[in-house]
């Protein structure tokens, strides 16, 4: 683990950064996420959602606080939270320990490469967080069901309001996106099936 800690400790760069302190940036400013493709200049004005805005305000925080040097140490962190939950979950299938740490530091000198200032650091951990909670569902785990159910209703409410705010805003496209993806994960509001009628026909 020290090792690995040295090597996400290091000075990064990444040609991706200012896009992402930039989104961060305009989000904080704005306080709305942005809907139009302001980057690309073959097709501006494009539709657009933004898949990162979670990461980008973290960034954009911690770059206005600490600069770079806090960047660099908030993306160690993210690394390291990442191959401790790796461990983990190695652990909790029955691993022996030197195995698991022998494999643990093989996986971060493969991935090392990847040790950039980027949201997919931030979603490690977050699909190693999904695994590890589907892993106790399989094993039986009544409370972590019920946690599942509470969430994925939580998430398609979210879908629903963020349809609903698009619709108001005339936004036809990311309204329908939104509507669709509450209905597959069980959204049964009467309103989101007209509207997505209404919107299916223009």
Request: aromatic letters at 12%; one cysteine or more; proline letters at 3%.
């Amino acid at each position: 683990m020290m090792l690995l800690g040295m090597l996400a400790l290091r000075l990064m760069v990444d040609i991706d950064i200012g896009f992402h302190l930039h989104g961060g940036e305009w989000i904080w400013q704005h306080r709305a996420f942005p809907d139009k493709d302001a980057y690309t200049y073959t097709v501006p004005n494009n539709d657009y959602i933004d898949m990162h805005w979670l990461y980008q305000l973290l960034l954009f925080g911690i770059y206005s606080l600490s600069g770079f040097e806090g960047l660099t140490l908030f993306n160690a962190l993210l690394i390291l939270t990442a191959l401790g939950l790796l461990l983990v979950r190695l652990l909790s299938t029955g691993t022996p320990i030197p195995l698991a740490l022998a494999m643990l530091v093989w996986v971060g000198l493969i991935m090392e490469i990847r040790f950039s200032i980027r949201p997919e650091v931030l979603t490690w951990s977050f699909l190693l967080l999904t695994t590890l909670t589907l892993e106790r569902y399989l094993r039986g785990d009544k409370k972590i069901l019920q946690y599942i159910k509470e969430t994925r209703g939580e998430l398609a409410e979210s879908f629903f309001n963020l349809a609903s705010l698009y619709y108001r805003a005339k936004e036809p496209s990311l309204a329908r996106y939104c509507y669709e993806k509450y209905v597959r994960m069980g959204g049964n509001h009467p309103l989101a099936q007209k509207r997505l009628l209404e919107l299916s026909a223009k």
